[in-house]
């Protein structure tokens, strides 16, 4: 029987970020994962980032974690999202070729050498003493001092496609024992939650010339702050965006009774934020029109993701409604649409670290504790992993405050709230939006990165983010511009900065509603031959310009 | 607040405690169960909500006294909690025996409105419902009443959550634009937001315009004399409650504090102020007297400035002037050579108010022109007196008075007035304007035979005071509550709070280029929104309330 100091079961994103974390700490680690997929791999919607979630990729980036990296060496779309909208809610996201990214996990995880990974079957779990004993199908048995689980949708999972019923947690893949079965002493919820896919389409059988395309946007940053700005790592691809129509809905509304989620085959409880497209049906009965996202699932991959269409339906059903769709009309189905009800675990009974509270030792994360998304399971994966590895070690926890992160709010969220759908981050969940962004994720992370006590390259980079962060705020606060100077005068003029009729500071021009902060600075700062990292300027305007604000909450 | 925070039984006499009476009714509250006070009583077991004639008794078992009692199990009762409701003999001393009777078995005397804070915390009322009680047992007037009422059935509170609700929408569709566009697409995001903003706008502007500074002064409606010292303040008083009040001489500085009484007209209580003379004093005393009269004038909905215009100059009448005065009334009308002395009040530029002479030994007013004034009532000639047969005077003088629709139609007003010259002559130009009273006869009985004394300059006729200014009084406060004014101070600040914000909200929203800095006024309005809902009181609010109640309710 192996010993080990940590051992993660399932390797998607959660178990993916906290083996990688808990082994940057040098410990000997274990990833139990299943042998029909690969690490990390995509089995919903072909994407990274988002609204809230790119902030998230971003914090866990800052941190030490892995997501925004492998996004960056698999993203073939990049995109800003609410770029109309203000600095404060805008949010990266790209497209990810999933094989790549999955292959590209692997890849970082192998060069570790104090990483174990084993794929097979878990069959059973004890405790024993303070170790945990892990039995599995072929491997033999392990024994471990911290045991994270992330297991996601495995846990007595079922899946339907109309009236076909399998237990699973995803296609394609053999199901897991109950949550309950392998660990009597935890509490799951006593209602199970639903998540669903769409089907697959051949790309070879669209006609795209029919859908408005979505370029990849040059402008949208990587995720790795140490990555060039904007410099892809693999070749860019569009998007295209199509919309249902009358007779799409209609086939749904008269097929209501093949539904699982409406015939009471199914009754886990779906997120209401990611309806599937029977739910958008019936909830809306007067609207026929709904965006579908036609999303390439790689560069070299045949598949297309029809972001907009989850369902549970038929496969006839599902055949006759995509098919009504415009571009879609000659589609070809690879994988049918399929929804999954899985097993969740109590989240109250976990403290902010996700351990267990009565089972010390046992941490939980990811889609079991009853969340959605990639990047909110790979946030909890980074937490629990971390927290693991410096519980073993005897060091101080990592909580990350609400007020400072998105994961914070997530964490806190997940421990504090008893939820009756899976959980999602969304940015109207902080009560600090206009502090916890995208481009200060740096300086928001860099005390909790310091907690680690680790001396790596990003650490370095940190701590000079710092520096050229403090150097940059001292100078906008001492640059001035008189009135008295016509120089100063007609530079305003002729930069279109506004009147001068007063004295004023670089920081309070930066300030003024009607200019870009970002753009002035980086203006401001490079005429004056003044060198500063790109990420510090942005940070430096756009704190500068949300500061009022900030700290009028504060106040209140 | 935290005196209530202990649970423990509580009992009080509702009906007061003030004198005997025939039927006192005692409260109790908060005990674990009718068999832990079962000893007390005769009847056993009574059947919830029913009348029990019942003997109560002694701890010794002698009988204290015959009683109707009423039961009333948590959580359907007044608190939630459970409650019985005792009436008794009134007589004080009986009463006194049986709260001690409950007092020495593990009850104690309720605090000023600790029922109600006990209906409060059990979420029996909501706040707004408890500020309408307070309104409805504190209100001296009608319509503060019927306010009371309202909230008690928690009408206004519906407002209050509708403009939540609205609120709420708004807040979720701008959400929905951060989070969610692409899944609603961009323009339709826009459109709900813009639809959700309309609303609340209209919802919060529809409060305000039932907020105003003055409907606070409406809940106990004060109306006060003010003057210099010795211009005849305290004799009007009295005439104004037709009784001697006052300590009325000629010398100055008698009233050194204020004096109040209350004054009923219709179904509304007001209350009559007599304040201090105001003047430049180096009395420390008086000048504290003054003090509070500027304290009463402040809070007074109805405003009358006395004059003596033998005594007194514009400039010794500048303390006066900082208020909106509603009436002016010269005193001594009857003295030689008032007409010229009031000319030097010409200046005197209150634009709403009217002008009046009185004397003390006709007891009659005439309505006399001063200042400046309309160019219509130039030309109108003579003025038809206004008195009716029956009663007060209409205060409208609109029909010749105030300027016209013909005037506006032919533009501006000023060229009319140069036009006819400067004000003063009106006076000597048109000469006295002949009432035609004897058409009529002067309404007062009093001194009718010798006929009032009339001064040059007056408008028309002679005004019996007393129900004139009564009418004055009644129309302004009428007026002041036709729009039905939100009375409670907390809701007014509230209000006044979350429309300020909206205001500045619509300053920032350029068309939703910055989602982050909107959705951050956004939180500002819930945060004051929850506080006109209840959703949160800080301590001091609900001390501020339960501080008003009397014991009992």
């Given at each position: 029987?192996?010993n080990?100091?940590?051992?993660?079961?399932g390797?998607g994103?959660?178990?993916?970020e906290?083996?990688?974390?808990?082994?940057?700490f040098?410990?000997?680690?274990l990833?139990?994962?299943?042998?029909?997929?690969?690490?990390?791999s995509?089995?919903?919607?072909p994407?990274?980032?988002?609204?809230?979630?790119?902030?998230?990729?971003?914090?866990?980036?800052?941190?030490?974690?892995?997501?925004?990296?492998?996004?960056?060496?698999s993203g073939i779309?990049f995109?800003?999202?609410?770029?109309?909208?203000?600095?404060?809610?805008?949010?990266?996201?790209?497209?990810?070729?999933?094989?790549?990214?999955?292959?590209?996990?692997?890849e970082?995880l192998?060069?570790v050498?104090?990483?174990n990974?084993v794929?097979d079957?878990?069959?059973?779990i004890?405790?024993?003493?303070?170790?945990?004993?892990?039995?599995?199908?072929?491997?033999?048995?392990?024994?471990?001092k911290?045991?994270?689980?992330?297991?996601?949708?495995?846990?007595?999972?079922?899946?339907?496609?109309g009236?076909?019923?399998?237990?699973?947690?995803?296609?394609?893949c053999?199901?897991s024992?109950?949550?309950?079965?392998?660990?009597?002493?935890?509490?799951?919820?006593?209602k199970?939650?639903?998540?669903?896919?769409p089907?697959?389409?051949?790309i070879?059988?669209i006609?795209?010339t029919?859908?408005e395309e979505?370029?990849?946007?040059?402008a949208?940053?990587?995720?790795h702050?140490?990555?060039?700005?904007?410099?892809?790592?693999?070749?860019?691809?569009?998007?295209?965006?199509?919309k249902?129509?009358?007779?799409?809905?209609?086939?749904i509304?008269q097929?209501?009774?093949r539904?699982?989620?409406f015939?009471?085959?199914?009754a886990?409880?779906?997120?209401?934020?990611?309806?599937s497209?029977?739910?958008?049906?019936?909830?809306?009965?007067?609207?026929?029109?709904?965006?579908?996202?036609?999303?390439?699932?790689?560069?070299?991959?045949?598949?297309?993701?029809?972001?907009g269409?989850?369902?549970?339906l038929?496969?006839?059903?599902?055949?006759?409604f995509?098919?009504?769709?415009?571009?879609?009309?000659?589609?070809e189905?690879?994988v049918?649409?399929?929804a999954?009800e899985?097993?969740?675990?109590?989240?109250?009974?976990?403290?902010?670290?996700?351990?267990?509270?009565?089972?010390?030792?046992?941490?939980?994360?990811?889609q079991?504790?009853?969340?959605s998304?990639?990047?909110e399971?790979?946030?909890?994966?980074?937490i629990a992993g971390?927290?693991a590895?410096?519980?073993?070690?005897g060091?101080?926890?990592?909580?990350?405050?609400?007020?400072e992160?998105?994961?914070?709010?997530?964490v806190?969220?997940?421990?504090?709230?008893?939820?009756?759908?899976?959980?999602?981050l969304?940015?109207?969940?902080?009560?600090n939006?206009?502090?916890?962004?995208?481009?200060?994720?740096?300086?928001?992370?860099?005390?909790?990165?310091?907690?680690?006590?680790?001396n790596?390259?990003?650490?370095?980079?940190?701590?000079?983010?710092?520096e050229?962060?403090?150097l940059?705020?001292?100078?906008?606060?001492?640059?001035?511009?008189?009135?008295?100077s016509?120089?100063?005068?007609?530079y305003f003029?002729?930069?279109?900065?506004g009147?001068?009729e007063?004295?004023?500071?670089?920081?309070?021009l930066?300030?003024?509603?009607?200019?870009?902060?970002v753009?002035?600075?980086?203006?401001?700062?490079?005429?004056k031959?003044?060198?500063?990292?790109?990420d510090?300027?942005?940070?430096?305007?756009?704190?500068?310009?949300?500061?009022g604000y900030?700290?009028?909450?504060?106040?209140e | 607040m935290?005196e209530?925070?202990?649970?423990?039984?509580?009992i009080?006499?509702?009906?007061?405690?003030?004198?005997?009476t025939?039927?006192?009714?005692l409260r109790?509250?908060?005990?674990s169960d009718?068999?832990s006070?079962?000893?007390?009583?005769?009847?056993?077991?009574p059947?919830p909500?029913?009348?029990?004639?019942?003997?109560l008794?002694a701890?010794d078992?002698?009988?204290?006294?015959?009683?109707?009692?009423?039961?009333?199990?948590?959580?359907?009762s007044?608190?939630?909690?459970n409650?019985?409701?005792?009436?008794?003999?009134?007589?004080?001393?009986?009463?006194?025996?049986?709260l001690?009777l409950?007092?020495?078995h593990?009850?104690r005397e309720?605090?000023?409105g600790?029922?109600?804070?006990?209906?409060?915390?059990?979420?029996?009322?909501?706040?707004s419902?408890?500020e309408?009680?307070?309104?409805l047992?504190?209100?001296?007037?009608?319509?503060?009443?019927s306010?009371?009422?309202?909230?008690?059935?928690?009408?206004?509170?519906?407002?209050?959550?509708?403009?939540?609700?609205?609120?709420?929408?708004l807040?979720?569709?701008?959400?929905?634009?951060?989070?969610?566009s692409?899944?609603?697409?961009?323009?339709?995001g826009?459109?709900?937001?813009?639809?959700?903003?309309?609303?609340?706008?209209?919802?919060?502007?529809?409060?305000?315009?039932?907020?105003n500074?003055?409907?606070?002064?409406?809940l106990n409606?004060?109306?006060?004399?003010?003057?210099?010292t010795?211009?005849?303040?305290?004799?009007?008083?009295?005439?104004l409650?037709n009784?001697?009040?006052?300590?009325v001489s000629?010398?100055?500085?008698?009233?050194?504090?204020?004096?109040?009484?209350p004054?009923?007209?219709?179904?509304?209580?007001?209350t009559?102020?007599?304040?201090a003379?105001?003047?430049?004093?180096?009395?420390?005393?008086?000048?504290?007297?003054?003090?509070?009269?500027?304290k009463i004038?402040?809070?007074?909905?109805?405003r009358?400035l006395?004059?003596?215009?033998?005594?007194?100059?514009?400039?010794?009448?500048q303390r006066?002037?900082?208020?909106?005065?509603?009436?002016?009334?010269?005193s001594?009308?009857?003295?030689?050579?008032?007409?010229?002395?009031?000319?030097?009040?010409r200046?005197?530029n209150f634009?709403?108010?009217?002008?009046?002479?009185?004397?003390?030994k006709?007891?009659?007013?005439?309505?006399i022109l001063?200042?400046?004034?309309?160019?219509?009532?130039?030309?109108?000639?003579?003025i038809?007196?206004v008195?009716?047969?029956?009663?007060?005077?209409?205060?409208?003088?609109s029909?010749?008075?105030?300027?016209?629709?013909?005037?506006?139609?032919?533009?501006?007003?000023?060229?009319?007035?140069y036009?006819?010259?400067?004000?003063?002559?009106?006076?000597?130009?048109?000469?006295?304007?002949?009432?035609?009273?004897?058409?009529?006869?002067p309404?007062?009985p009093?001194?009718?035979k010798?006929?009032?004394i009339?001064?040059?300059?007056?408008?028309?006729?002679?005004?019996?005071?007393?129900?004139f200014?009564?009418g004055?009084?009644?129309?302004k406060?009428?007026?002041?509550?036709?729009?039905?004014?939100i009375?409670?101070?907390?809701?007014?600040?509230?209000?006044?709070?979350?429309?300020?914000?909206?205001t500045?909200?619509?300053?920032?929203?350029?068309?939703?280029?910055?989602a982050?800095?909107?959705?951050?006024?956004?939180?500002?309005?819930?945060?004051?929104?929850k506080e006109?809902?209840g959703?949160i009181?800080?301590d001091?609010?609900?001390?501020?309330?339960?501080?008003?109640?009397?014991?009992?309710?």
């Amino acid at each position: 029987m192996e010993n080990f100091d940590i051992a993660i079961i399932g390797g998607g994103h959660a178990g993916t970020e906290a083996t990688w974390i808990a082994s940057q700490f040098g410990l000997k680690v274990l990833l139990l994962t299943s042998p029909d997929s690969g690490i990390a791999s995509a089995p919903c919607n072909p994407a990274i980032g988002g609204v809230g979630k790119g902030q998230v990729v971003r914090e866990l980036d800052a941190l030490g974690g892995l997501m925004g990296r492998l996004a960056d060496m698999s993203g073939i779309q990049f995109r800003i999202l609410n770029e109309s909208k203000g600095y404060a809610v805008q949010s990266t996201r790209a497209q990810i070729d999933k094989d790549l990214y999955s292959i590209n996990a692997e890849e970082v995880l192998s060069k570790v050498t104090n990483l174990n990974i084993v794929r097979d079957m878990v069959l059973g779990i004890e405790k024993e003493n303070d170790s945990f004993v892990i039995k599995t199908k072929k491997s033999g048995v392990f024994q471990s001092k911290k045991l994270i689980v992330t297991t996601g949708t495995f846990l007595n999972g079922k899946l339907h496609t109309g009236e076909e019923q399998v237990a699973g947690g995803r296609v394609g893949c053999e199901k897991s024992v109950a949550l309950s079965e392998l660990l009597s002493m935890v509490k799951v919820l006593p209602k199970r939650f639903k998540t669903g896919t769409p089907p697959r389409l051949n790309i070879a059988t669209i006609d795209f010339t029919k859908m408005e395309e979505q370029a990849s946007d040059p402008a949208a940053r990587n995720f790795h702050l140490m990555n060039t700005y904007s410099n892809r790592e693999v070749r860019q691809i569009s998007c295209y965006l199509t919309k249902t129509n009358s007779d799409t809905l209609g086939v749904i509304r008269q097929n209501k009774e093949r539904s699982p989620i409406f015939n009471g085959q199914i009754a886990g409880v779906g997120p209401r934020y990611c309806p599937s497209i029977e739910d958008k049906a019936f909830r809306y009965q007067e609207k026929d029109v709904h965006h579908v996202f036609v999303e390439p699932e790689g560069l070299e991959s045949n598949s297309v993701y029809p972001n907009g269409c989850s369902t549970s339906l038929p496969k006839d059903v599902q055949e006759t409604f995509i098919r009504s769709i415009e571009g879609l009309e000659n589609a070809e189905i690879l994988v049918h649409g399929y929804a999954v009800e899985y097993d969740v675990v109590d989240t109250s009974e976990l403290s902010l670290t996700f351990e267990y509270k009565n089972v010390p030792g046992l941490y939980f994360a990811g889609q079991v504790n009853g969340t959605s998304g990639y990047e909110e399971a790979a946030g909890q994966g980074f937490i629990a992993g971390s927290n693991a590895a410096l519980s073993f070690l005897g060091k101080e926890p990592l909580v990350l405050d609400r007020r400072e992160s998105y994961i914070g709010v997530m964490v806190e969220d997940l421990v504090s709230n008893l939820r009756d759908e899976p959980y999602r981050l969304f940015t109207a969940r902080s009560e600090n939006r206009l502090y916890i962004r995208e481009d200060n994720t740096a300086l928001r992370m860099l005390p909790y990165r310091r907690q680690f006590g680790l001396n790596s390259d990003l650490d370095l980079f940190l701590e000079d983010f710092l520096e050229q962060y403090d150097l940059l705020s001292q100078i906008i606060e001492e640059r001035y511009f008189y009135k008295t100077s016509d120089e100063d005068r007609n530079y305003f003029i002729e930069r279109g900065y506004g009147p001068l009729e007063s004295n004023i500071t670089l920081k309070e021009l930066i300030k003024r509603p009607d200019l870009d902060p970002v753009k002035v600075l980086e203006f401001e700062t490079t005429t004056k031959g003044l060198r500063f990292n790109f990420d510090v300027i942005r940070t430096v305007a756009i704190g500068s310009k949300y500061e009022g604000y900030i700290n009028l909450k504060e106040r209140e | 607040m935290l005196e209530y925070a202990d649970k423990s039984p509580i009992i009080t006499c509702s009906t007061g405690n003030s004198g005997n009476t025939a039927i006192a009714v005692l409260r109790l509250s908060g005990f674990s169960d009718f068999g832990s006070i079962g000893p007390f009583f005769s009847v056993k077991n009574p059947k919830p909500r029913y009348n029990h004639f019942s003997k109560l008794l002694a701890a010794d078992g002698s009988i204290l006294d015959e009683i109707i009692f009423s039961f009333y199990p948590a959580p359907h009762s007044y608190t939630g909690e459970n409650v019985l409701e005792l009436s008794v003999h009134g007589n004080v001393l009986n009463v006194q025996r049986i709260l001690k009777l409950f007092c020495d078995h593990g009850f104690r005397e309720a605090l000023p409105g600790e029922f109600t804070f006990r209906a409060l915390q059990n979420n029996k009322m909501s706040l707004s419902q408890v500020e309408g009680l307070d309104l409805l047992l504190n209100s001296s007037s009608a319509i503060a009443f019927s306010q009371g009422l309202e909230l008690l059935h928690g009408e206004l509170h519906k407002n209050y959550l509708s403009l939540y609700d609205a609120l709420i929408k708004l807040k979720a569709h701008l959400e929905l634009l951060i989070d969610f566009s692409e899944d609603i697409g961009e323009e339709d995001g826009k459109k709900l937001f813009i639809d959700a903003l309309n609303r609340f706008k209209k919802e919060i502007s529809e409060l305000h315009s039932r907020v105003n500074t003055s409907s606070g002064s409406l809940l106990n409606p004060k109306v006060v004399l003010l003057g210099e010292t010795n211009a005849g303040k305290s004799t009007f008083f009295n005439l104004l409650l037709n009784y001697n009040r006052s300590i009325v001489s000629n010398i100055a500085g008698t009233t050194r504090d204020y004096v109040s009484e209350p004054l009923q007209i219709g179904d509304t209580l007001f209350t009559l102020f007599d304040t201090a003379g105001i003047r430049s004093t180096s009395d420390q005393i008086e000048e504290e007297g003054i003090q509070r009269a500027f304290k009463i004038i402040d809070q007074s909905f109805f405003r009358i400035l006395m004059i003596n215009p033998f005594e007194t100059t514009i400039e010794n009448l500048q303390r006066s002037l900082q208020f909106n005065i509603d009436i002016v009334i010269f005193s001594h009308a009857d003295l030689p050579n008032f007409s010229n002395e009031i000319l030097k009040f010409r200046d005197l530029n209150f634009t709403t108010t009217k002008y009046f002479s009185y004397t003390n030994k006709t007891k009659i007013m005439y309505e006399i022109l001063l200042g400046p004034i309309e160019p219509s009532a130039l030309n109108s000639g003579p003025i038809e007196p206004v008195i009716s047969k029956n009663g007060p005077i209409e205060p409208e003088i609109s029909k010749n008075g105030p300027i016209g629709p013909e005037i506006s139609k032919n533009g501006p007003i000023e060229p009319e007035i140069y036009k006819t010259g400067p004000i003063e002559p009106e006076i000597y130009k048109t000469g006295p304007i002949e009432p035609v009273n004897s058409k009529n006869g002067p309404i007062e009985p009093v001194n009718s035979k010798t006929g009032p004394i009339e001064p040059v300059n007056s408008k028309r006729g002679p005004i019996e005071p007393v129900s004139f200014i009564h009418g004055l009084m009644l129309d302004k406060f009428n007026k002041l509550s036709a729009n039905n004014p939100i009375f409670i101070a907390r809701h007014q600040a509230s209000i006044n709070k979350i429309y300020g914000v909206f205001t500045d909200l619509e300053c920032n929203f350029n068309n939703l280029d910055d989602a982050g800095i909107l959705s951050s006024d956004i939180s500002r309005l819930e945060a004051s929104t929850k506080e006109l809902v209840g959703y949160i009181t800080p301590d001091s609010v609900l001390n501020s309330i339960f501080s008003n109640f009397c014991i009992g309710k």
